[in-house]
Each structure stands twice: as C-alpha cells, then as structure tokens.
C-alpha cells in the first residue's frame, strides 16, 4: 500500500521497492474497500477521502428488496411469489415484534437478546435466510409453480429461523423460537407454527420437501444396521442433529451460484469439538455417486500457509484448457475444509490462507505462481465447499467477515440424549446381540451403559472446566464414543457375566475420563462419580461387587505355534481383565524380549505399580484401530521407554526419527513416507514415537495434525507414487470389499483408511514446555488423541525403583535399615520438589526434578557407597596391620631387654679366656720374630744377587734379540724351498753356476767338506770373470741326493746355529761380500755371488738357500757379542742356586715357628670371633631397640590416632549408608539452587535422615566427605573462587555422573574450567570450544569424543541440541573393545576420558525437565561473599602487588605442602602395613619409616608457618575488606535492577538494566585508580568506598529511566545499611510490606472511624517490630 502512495498523488506515478518508477494515466483511480483503518498509514489516509460506511447505514432491507427484485427474472411466476412473501417479511422481520421493548425490529431483538456462537452482521444473516429460501424454492421454480400461501409461510418460517438461530445453541435456538411464535401468533400466521411437543422447537422439524405442500415433518434419522465386519474407528451413525445437517448442506450445494445474494453452494459448519461436524460431513461426502462428484478433506491448523493450500487445492485437480482446470475426468468436487479457523492471525490482523480461500470460492481460481506464469489467473471449475470449525473466542480464531459471508454457517449442537442412545445404544445392541453369543442378562445391561455414561460425561463435564492451566479438560462427544470403543474391543466371550460387563465399563470410563486429567483430586473426582452412579444404574449389587479397582489388557496370552509347520504365530491379542501379577510378569517377559532384540537400545526398567498402569494405557490406546496418544508428564518420566516397551507388546514396528543439525522438512517427508508405506501399502501395524524435543519447527506438528485428522500430508506422495501405493494394496482391497467397484479411487480411500488404522502416533509432551498450551490451540488433531499424563512419581514408586535397583547391591546393613534408605530416597527426591515451588515462589528460577533424576540419585550411590565402603576398608586393614606391626615391635624390645642382659654375663667369662690365650700367643710370637729377623737378612742378600743376574740376563736377551731376525729369516728362506725345487736341480745334470756356488756356501757354513782353491771363470748374470771353483760335483751333488736333506739343514739352523765360527765367515765373505764403491770393491761381478734374486732366476730352491747362507752368516755375527755374556751369566745362576738352597732351608725353619704361632693365633681369632660375635649381637640389640624406641616415640601419635581410627571404623561403616545416601543427594538435586536453598535442602535431607533413623552422622560435612585439602587448593590455583559455594560447584562438576551444565552469568567457571582444561584445549583449541549454533557442532564431538579431549560448549540459552541427547545420557554402544555413541544416525568413537560442559551467560535460564534430567544443573552465579573475596584479591594486587604474590605463592605452597602431607601419611601407612616379617628386623625399612615420619613433621612445621605468615598478610589485606564489601554490595544492586517491572504495563522491563561483572570491574578499577592517594590505610580506604559508590551510582543512574532512579537509591542505600548491620532485613521488610501481610479478620478491630483500615493494620504491625541489630521495639502499646 505504501508503494502506492505516489499514484495517490497528483503526478500518479508508481514508484516500485526496485526503484522502477511506472507513470499512470490520467484516468486511473483507486477506491480502497477496508474493513477499518487501523493498518493505514497517515500517508495513505491522507491522500485518500475516507467514507464511513455504517452496517446500519444501508441495512438488510436493500438486500431483501433487490432479491425481491431478481425474483421476476427468473421467469413471471415469480411476481406472484413476490407478492405473498414480500408482506411476510415486513410483519415478521421489518414491524416491531410483540414485548421487545426497545427494539426496533426483529433484527434489533436478536442484537439485544440472544448470543450468536459465531459474530455476524445483518446482512450475513439475511443472506443466509434468503439463500436458504431460494435453495427451498427451487423445486418450484423448475416446475414454474407457485404453491400455496401456507406452503411459503411454512417454508419462510424454517427459513428465517435456521438463517438467524442457525448459529445459536439449544438454549438460545429456544428463546428465538419463542419470541417467533410471538410474532406468528400476532400476525395470526399460526399455520406456520410446527407441532412441537414441550421441550421441542422448530429445530426438530422440516417443511416436508418428499410433499408439494410441505407440511410439518419431524426430523428422524433411518434407521442404522450395523455392517458385518464393525470397525468402531471408521463408523459414522447418522443422527437427528446429523440428518438435518445433512439436508441444509445439500440443498445449498444444489443452489444456483449467484452474486445477489451471494451464493457459493458452500456451507459452514460451526460446533464445539465433539459435535460431529467432520462425521457429518463426511457422511455427507461418502454419499456421492463417484461417476458424478468426488470429494477431498483437507485439514487445517495454525501453520498452514496459503502456499500449503494452494498446492493442496492443485494436487487436487487438472488442466481442462489453457488456464482453465477442472477435478479430474470433468468431474465435480467437494472440498471438506476442516479446522478452517485455525490459519494464523499475523500482526496485521489478517488470515491470509483463509483470504485465499476466500479468493478461490467467491472469484472461482487462484493465482499461478509458476515462474513463468506469475501473475495469470487460473480458473478452476467445479468446485464446491464445505467447511467446519471450532467456535471462536477462548484463544480460539474467527473467519473474516468477507469469507464467512461465502458460506451458509450454521451451529452444530451437541447431541441430545436421544440421539446419544441412539448412537452407541445401535453400537451397543450390535455388540451383544444373540448372534455374537451375548447371555440374555448381559443383553439387557448392555441397554443401560449409554445412560450410565452420559451421566458421568455429563457430571465431569460440568465439574472439570477447562482452564489456561488445564486447557486439556475439555470433554466432548470424542470422549463418549472412547467409552464405548474400549468396551468393543473386549470379545462377547469374556463378557460372560454381568458384573465382567460393568467392570468393563469402569474400567473404560477410567481410562477415558481420568487418564487425561493432571490432579490427584480431579481423578479422585471421577472415581467418586462412578461410585455414585455404579448403584444408580446397575444396581447396588453389582456396584458392591466393583468396587475394587480392575485393569484389562490384550498382551496376557501366551505365542501360539502352527499344528503343522511348528511357526510361530504371534501371540492373540485378546482384550480381557489382567490379574496384577498375571500382567506384571507377562510386562517384565516382554521386557526381557525387547532387551533381547535390541540389545544397543535395552532398556532397565523397574515396572512399579503406576508404570505398569501407564503401560496398559499405552498398550490399550496404540491396540485400537487409528489409536494414537499423547504422553504428558516431564521428562524422565518414562514416557519414551513405556512408549517402545507398550509398542514392542502389541507387536508393532517402532519408529522415533533421529534429529541431526540439517534435519529439515524434507528429512521428516522421507520419514513419514517410509511409515505412510509400512502401515497403508504393507498394512504394517506402526508406532511412531514424536517426541517435543524432536520438533525442530512448527511444520512439523502440521504435518502431524494433517496425518492425524486425514492421513495424509500435502505434497507428501507424488501422483505416479499414489497410485503405485493403490496398486499394492488392490489384492487386499479385493478381498475385503469383493462387491465394491475396482477403480484407483475407491483403492485410494482403502490406502486412506488402512493407513489411518496402522499408524499410531504416541507424542511424548512436556507440560512445563512454554509452547505447549499454544500448540494445543493451534493443532487440535494433534492434541484430540487419548491423552496420558504422568503424575509426578510418587514416594511408593520411588522406593519401588529404589529397591528395585539396591536390592541386589551389597550394602553393610540389616534388612529393616535397607528398607529406611529405600524410603529416605524416595523422601529426598519429594522433598527436593517441593523446594523447587517454594524457590520459584521467592527466587522466580525455575528448578526441575524428574525421575530421570532420581535414577541418577540411585546411580551415584552405588559407585560412591562401594569407593568409601573400599576405602574405609583399606584404611581399616591399614590400620590394624600397622598398629599390630607396632604392638609386636613393642613386645619385641621388651624381649630384647632381657636376652641383652644374659649376653652381657656371657660375653665377661669370654673376656677372660680370650686374655690368658693371647698371653701366651704373645710369647711365641717374639721367638718367632727373631728368626723370622735372620731368614729376612739372607734373603736380601739372595735378593739383591738375584736382581743384578736378572739385569745381566736381560741385557744379554736384548743382544740376543738382534741376532733372532737372521735366523728367523734362514728358517724362511728354508721353508721356502719345496721338495719341486729340490727334485728340479736333482733333475738338471748341469745347474748354472750360481746355484753350484749357492752349494759351495751351504757346504762351508755347515763345515762340510769342499775343493781346494782354484780359479775358474764363472758366467753369472750375463758376465764371465773369474771366481773360485766350485765343489758342486765333488761333494755337493752327493749331499743335496740326501733325503733328509732339507730337514739336516733346517735342524742345523735350529741346533748348531751357535757352532759356527769367525774362520766360517771368512771363507763365506768372497761369496756374500760387496760394495757399491767400486774403488772398495773387490769381485769381479757389480754384485754378491750368492744373491737370492739372481740365484731365484736360476732356481727356486737356489734363491732359498742363497738367502739361509747370508742369513746364518749375519746371525753369527750378531751372536758372538751375546756369547760370553751368557756363559757368565750361567755361572752367575749356579752360584745363586746355591745361596737360595740354603735360604729356602732358613725359611722351612721360620715357617715351623710361624706355623705354631698360627694355630695359636687361629685359638686367639676364634676366642676374639666369640668374642666379637657376642659384641655385635649385644650392638645389634641396641641399635634395634634404639630404633624400636625411635619409631615408637616418633609414631606415638599416629599410634594414638590410628587406634582410636580403628575402634570408629566399624561404626563408620555402618554409618556410610546414610551419610552416602545424603552427600549423593546434595551433588544430584542441589545444583540449580542458590546458597540458602542449598543449605536449607542439605539440611531437611539429614533431618529426615535422623527422623527416619538411618544409621549416618550427626553432621555430615559433604565438602570434606568428597574431597580433600589438597584438590580445594589445586581449584583455586587454577581459578576457582574459594567461597564455600563455588568448592560444592566444582564438587558437583567433578564428582557429578552427569555432564554438568553452569549456569555462569559472570563467566567464572567458563574461566576456571579453560584453565583446568588446559592442557587438553590446547591441543586443538578450534575443536574444543565452541556454541550450539557453531556449523561444525557435529565434527567437533566426533573429534574430541574420539580423541578422549574435552568440549567446552559456550553461550548455551534455555535449550541444547537434540543431537547432542545420546551424549548427554551417555547412551555407549559397546563393539569388541571400542566404544561408540550414535550422534545423528552415526556411531562416533568414544573414549571414556572424554568431558562435556555446557556454560550459559544467562542470570536465570529456563532449563527444560528433560534437559535438567539429562545434565548437572549448577547455578555459579556469584555470591556476596564470594565477590567480595575476589575484589579484595583485586584490590590488594592493584595497592599492595608484592603482599598479593607472596599470598598467591604461599597458598601455592601451602596446598603442594597438604598434598606432599597427605601423601606421607598414606606411605607411612602402607609401608607399615605391607611390611613383612618382624617391623624391627627391617632395617631399611625402618630407615623409611623414620625418613618418612622426619619429612612429614618437615612439612608439618611448614604448614605452621605458613599459616602464622598467612595471619600476617590477612591482617594487612583485611585493612582493605571494607572496600571489597562495598563494590560486593554495589554491584549485587546493579543486578538487582533487572528485577525491576514497568508499574504500567507489569510486565518485566529490568532486562534492559543488564550488566555484567566485566562492566563492574572496570568501574572498580576506575574508583581504585582514580580516587586520592593518601596515608594511612584506613583514611585511603575511606576515599576508595566513597569514590567507588558515587561512580558505581552515576555509572548505573544514567541508563536508568527516571521512575526507576530513586529506587535505585533506595536499594542502595538500604543494602549499605543492612550489610552494615545499622538496620535489619527485618526492618527493610517492615518498611516495604508493614501490615499488608496481616489479615484484617484475625486482628483486632479498628477503634478509630479517623483512621483507615490500612493505616490501622500498619500500627499494629508496626508495635510488634523490634527495630535495628539491638531489636528495640520503639512502639509498642
């Protein structure tokens, strides 16, 4: 409309959002048609003359005049017509009606008097009239006859009182009647007036249209047979209320379609729910002859959208020509619109589906929205309407105006008991008739059931009003026909008894009417109903003989197996009473089949009294055909569990879908059509669990609403697959209907109905969900289905599950103290419950407790019981071990006192004897040292002859060894020689002459005999000279013939090397001797004769030779030095053997004495070993009973401690189970509460624990119970705020079996967790932190489960997830050795290291039930005390830096030293008790022990100092508590603000005043650093408060809104004096509330008429005040 603001204007130009601008032409004008303004901009409203168009303006009578008008037209016998009817309507709607007062006419009685169900104008109601006029005419017309006056006053009369009181209920429909006849009677018309008995109205009655003159008819339905196969869920009985409907709907839809008065053959049903406006119509729509007209349902609910309706309207029909379509086959169709209300009102106050809508009936097409036709109308012809919804108003929709004028509305009233009778009377006589076998006495009761439960309908109904709390108490004609279904399914063969009948019937009315009801009182209310009428209606017999409470169910029969084939055949579902324990065995064998076949999915379930209650509900509602449930109760209920165990005992197939983050609609469509083919195409029975946490949007919940109402879903199956889907099931459809026509339609409707009858929906609803009560307006199929709500457990089942889960489980207790904890359970889990109202009541946070939590509760308690009960155990065996090892360590040193005395006395007789021998010993020794003095003087001399040979020896041995190379090198050069060479010169009758003169030198060296001397001449390396001839021939020839020739030469080099001589040499020298100088040399050759090289040439064994006869001439030469130096040496030896001959007789002499003074000396050392013996072992006593002593003085204490440890562990053991129970039920319910609330439970949970006289502890400090010193100090090296409330926090992180969940609005345990987790965030930061809404959510669990990192999820509003659920309940699945978790429809690796925490910024989050079950809620919001901890720190870090370290070094120390402490108490512990054998023996031990103890008093004595410097430095921080205390209380005011609500409106408005402790701290920071610096302390601390208030105050004032600044001062200015302790809480309540608490009745009456009650109430409250920290009572009578 804003757009066209410009064509408005004089220059008519429109100017589009793309900025295209479109000149109009001159004669374009726009005439805008509003309902009213309230949407129009002041642009378009002034740009527009506006005309206000009255409805009394014009009123009915144009529109009446111009029907009149129209009349002739249709052909002239209708002037006639005219002319009777035209005087009727002026005397009965136009003339004043008879005692109206005021009234002006009959339209104006109706305004004033009677209350239309539906709002509509005049004109809408005279439309109708004369719409329904025209319609009962038209048989008439078509004959062109007029008949007579009386007929048209007949006919005139029905008209106007089904148009005006159409829409009226009984009550209104009986005082319009009257006033009517009023006027009949006047205008004397009385004809007109039908016969009606009392009570009845013209409503009950029809002009006859079967006769021409249409006489009085009263309305009767036929008479109903019921078919041969009864399907209760598909029956539709026609009744009065049914049957007139009916007519009204089809002599509309045979109308003409005219535009004076509107007519659109559509008519509007409007009726509260349960009144049969869906059966009706469809009644209505299954007459159709299918050749001619077809029909199609369509169901609406809030969110459908006009692009849903339209595609719904288009999958419906085809093209006919162009952009004209049509149903198919040129048919005709009915559109039934259901729900047509329910189409969402948006901001503007516009339902635009059902615009559409209205579009479609009155212009006969819709839009293309094709790209390519966009904009182009599409006609569509031969479409009619029917439409039905609810009344409006409640919360509830109208229709506008302009779509309701297109339809004939009338009211659907709810039926009489008549036709209630009739209904499941028909039913009922069906039932038990002859022919299904019924006994004649069961016959006849059977007539008194529809009477019995329209009473108690009726009693209920008027009792159980519906409100916003219980929108859900609303009970209808659904409820009744729920009664009498539950009474089908029970065979006639077990309805063998009366009684059996009317404990059917109870039971029935039961489920019905009590099932869905939210209070113990309201279903109190409905037993009591029963009881009351049981004796009215079946007599006070057999309502004695019901009075106890009876169940039935279908699952008690056992599986039946074929005669032939022996396969099983399913267990027979026979719906028949259920003995208790009958039924509670059958339920746990289910259980066990279930857990058998879905062992990744078991579930271990206790099934107490009211789970197994809720599992028949379940079971009977999913059994009946089109069952569908809602489960209500909050989460960890059981409603999931029940869900599947109920679905698997009826044999059904369960379906849940599996949410992951890119679950969309299409996800679900693929879902449901797998579903929609199991149950319809297959005619698979199917449960389909949906829970809310599972609805990712509102579409989804439209979806189901259309499946639920229809069975169907738009777009869900393309055609081509529909008719796919029939073709399936056309065998079936075959048999079951062999009569009925084979088309697709007809198969279709089968699918339909198959479909609705297979598929059972159960929704598992929270009702704390903010969106429940609006879902239930907006999707009423959805919330029309058997509603289940799950009370709250009570304390029975509680302790049912309890004893169900500890039973088994050892515990050191008797049986009657076992049953005390089982009821104490069940008490904590009631009493936290009632503390979560309380603390919603006074905090405004909402707290949950869920059974789920209670399973937890049992869950901790078992892993916590059996580590203490372990750990008292050790400690107990520990203890005794180790005091037993002290006590024998004790008696040990008393025994070694008296075996130290007995060896004293034995030890001085030893003494004795040892002395005397060693006298003696003493004496021989001398004579022995004197000789021993003569032997050592010979041997010297000996000696130093011996050293002075030994150095000639070696001298002459290093001559020697210069000699051994030659002869080393003649041994070679022999062994070099090979019996070859000495066969080859045998062989060679004439050697050359070198070899012969090699011999000549082998014979003179050997002294063997040769030739004279004589010249020759000799030819030797190629030159002849002259030389000595040879004497190879004479002697040599002979000799190298020898065999043994080589040995007699290598044994003349081993034994007569030494003989030869210098003479030898001599005689060699011409053969060996040469000099490069020739002036020196002699030989005639430039070379030795006997060179082995050249001898080599000649012969092998000659170069051998050649080289022995130089080598033994050179070895002489080296040897004869050597000679006389060893032949000197020889005589040297000789005389040196002589001199030690008679040293050795010497010394034989000595070693005779030495010998004697031995065995002396062996008697002595024996006597001395006795004697040491005896000193050692005395030695050894003492020091064991010097260390015995030690260790027992210095374990005195522990000895005292541990003895009196070991008395109390028994008594401590005894106690664990309520010390356990208590401590479990603090860390699983004590999360979510502040710190009084916390105290307050924990303190009503050990109260009760003595009250009900479980063993435990007076006082059971849980913080110490569950963790040590040392970890408190880790915490808080690591972040973590010391104040009391923040250690429970990290006990609950750290301790909790579930994941926890923080509440953190101050970030503080965000930054103490990223600090504890460190080391494992920093291997992939990425991974491990992250938000809900990060795209890779589902990457980084994989990562990190997989890897055993943690996940830290940041950010977290109300809700978490859906796909992070199997994390949360940690639901592992177990493969071989590897675990995993199904996230998403993917099993991830998970490790069992791996940690989950979610942290949410919100001050006070709205947690689900099912999300509270699922994790551990822990509230770290900040406290008073805690804060002002932490700004002390922060102020003594920024005025005294070194004093905060030396403190923050010191607790560092401090907890190293606690842990170093306790650490040395347990190995002192341990080593003793693991000792083995006597303590005393032990030595090292005992060195360890003593080491041990010495450490552990080292640490002791650190700890004292530190606590003694930890005093110093707190007395100087504390000079500074003032300040700290201060910025505590300002910034406890800043937040206090958020609580602020508008005065107006009373609606919050502080969540503007947000702020957070980041904003605080840096205005602390400010006032510290800005405010004077000045000396002493307390004067700068001063400056610091004053400074740090007015900025904190004129920090938070400038955001405030000026009504909520002087509160702000208030607030302030109170908490400063309260903390300061000038005034009370007490007093600050008095000034707030005074006497408005009092109660004006139980106080004493005003004496003063002066003075107002208020004001009077306010004195006396005030009298009773005691003011201020010394409470005087200032006034007072």
Known sequence: IENLNTVLDDNKILTLANNDRIPMTDNCKIVFEVQDLRNASPATVSRAGIIYVSASDLGWQPITEAWMLRRPEINAQRSAEVDILKPLFDKWLKAKPPNSGAAEDFFDWCMRNIKLVMPCNDSILIVQTLNLLAASLKPYVDENSIPAEDTYRRMLCWCIMWGFGGLLEPEGRKIIWSKFVEILEENKHKDAIPPCAEGQTIFEWVPDWTDKTRPWKLWEPDEWKPPKILNFSALLIPTMDSVRAEYIIDIIANHDITRTPPSFKSTMLVGAPGTAKTSTALMYTGRFSQDVMLSKRLNLSSATQPLGFQKSIEAEIERKTGKTFCPPGGKKMTFFIDDASMPIVNKWGDQVTNELARQLIEMSGVYFLDKDKRGDFKSIEGLQYIGAMGHPGGGKNDIPNRYKSKFMCFNMVLPSTVSVDNIFGSIMKSKFSNKAGAKPDVQDLSKKLTAATVDVWDRVKSKLLPTPLRFHYIFNMRDLSRVFQGIMECPVSIVSTPTVLVQLWKHECQRVFADKLSRDVDKNLVEKTLKEFLPIHFGEALAAENQEVSWYADFLRDIEFDEETGEEKGAPKVYEPAPWETVKGKAYEYLGKYNEAYPSKSMNLVLFDEAMQHLMKINRTIQQKRGSAMLVGVGGSGKQSLARLAAFTSAHYTFQITITKTYNDNALFEDLKNLCIRSGAKGESVTFIFTDAEIKSENFLEYMNSLLATGEVVGLFAKDERDAMCGDVRNDFVKEF???????????????????????????????????????????????????????????????????????????????????????????????????????????????????????????????????????????????????????????????????????????????????????????????????????????????????????????????????????????????????????????????????????????????????VKVEDRFINKVTAPFLADSYDDYAKKDLMDINFLNNILDFAANEKDNINDETCELLDPYLRYDEDPAKNWSPFSHKVLEPELAGKASGAAAGLCKFVGAMVMYHGAAKIVKPKMDALKVAEARLAKAMGELNAAEAELNRVLSEVAELDAELAKAQGVMKQLNDSKAAMERQMDAANKLLSGLSGENARWTEDSKNFALRRKKLIGDVGCVCAFVVYCGPFNSEFRDKLYTQFMADTKKRTVPAHEKIEQVSFLVDQGTIGEWALEGLPSDELSIQNAIMVTRSSRYPLMVDPQGQANRWIKSREKARISENPGMCITTLSAKNLKDQIEFTMGEGLCLVIENVENEVDPMLDPVLDKAIIKKGKNLYINVSDQNMDYKECFSLYFTSRLPNPHFSPELSAKATVIDFTVTLKGLEQQLLGKLIGMEMKSLEDTLAALEEDVTNNTKSLQLLDKQLLDRLSNSQGNLLEDTELIEVLANTKAKSKEVEGKLREADERKIEINEKREQFRPVATRGSIMYFNMTDMTNVVNPITAQPSGWMYNCSLLQFLEQFEVSVRNSEKCQPTSKRVDKIIHYLTYQVYRYMNRGLYERDKMMFKLLVTLKIMVIANQITAGDVSMLLKAGSSLDEKAERSNPFKWMSTKVWLNVIQLSRQPFGSDQIVFFRE
């Open 738 to 1012: 062999p009569n009925m026509e084979e088309n697709l339609l007809n198969m279709y409707n089968y699918l339909m109905d198959r479909l609705r009858d297979n598929l059972h929906v159960c929704l598992c609803f929270s009702p704390v969900n903010a969106k429940f009560p609006i879902r239930a307006q907006k999707f009423p199929a959805v919330f029309t289905v058997n509603i289940n709500w799950f009370m709250p457990w009570p304390e029975a089942a509680l302790v049912a599950v309890s004893s169900a889960f500890l039973s088994s489980y050892k515990l050191d207790c008797n049986d009657e103290e076992r049953q005390k904890l089982y009821g104490l359970t069940g008490s904590f889990q009631a009493l936290t419950r009632d503390l979560c109202e309380v603390y919603y009541t006074r905090m405004r946070k909402n707290v949950y407790v869920t059974p789920k939590s209670f399973l937890c509760l049992i869950d901790f308690y078992k892993v916590l019981y059996k580590a203490k009960y372990e750990e008292i155990n050790v400690q107990e065996r520990s203890v005794n071990v180790g005091l037993q090892k002290l006590k024998e360590a004790s008696e040990f040193v008393e025994k070694l006192k008296i075996e130290l005395k007995e060896q004293e006395v034995v030890i001085r007789g030893e003494t004795a004897k040892t002395n005397v021998l060693l006298e003696k010993v003493m004496g021989e020794k001398a004579k022995a040292d004197k000789k021993a003095e003569q032997v050592n003087g010979q041997k010297a001399d000996c000696q130093g002859e011996a050293d002075k040979i030994n150095a000639e020896k070696a001298e002459a041995q290093v001559e020697l060894n210069k000699a051994l190379p030659f002869l080393h090198d003649a041994e070679s050069a022999c062994n070099s020689i090979t019996k070859k060479d000495i066969t080859e010169i045998k062989a060679n009758n004439k050697p050359v002459d070198i070899i012969k003169l090699t011999f000549d030198g082998l014979m003179i060296i050997q002294s063997k005999p040769v030739i004279p």
